[in-house]
């Protein structure tokens, strides 16, 4: 697990106080500085996976990542 993967999971535990335990998958976008993909296996039969993007660097990205779980 890479460190914005656990980075991710602190924001979830923090957000909705429990342990996320699904699939997570952080990966970089092209080859430039800036860019991630996010991905989470939700294990609902209605909603498997949630895929956030964004061409930010790693700092913002989480930031980013937290403002979109928040506004789920």
Do not use: C
């Amino acid at each position: 697990m890479n460190e914005l993967e656990k980075a991710i999971l602190e924001i979830i535990k923090k957000r909705y106080k429990r342990e996320y335990n699904g699939g997570i998958k952080v990966t970089k976008l092209g080859k430039g500085e800036a860019g991630y993909k996010l991905i989470l296996d939700l294990g609902n039969p209605d909603k498997k996976i949630l895929q956030i993007s964004a061409d930010l660097n790693a700092e913002d990205f989480l930031k980013y990542i937290e403002q979109e779980l928040i506004s789920r």
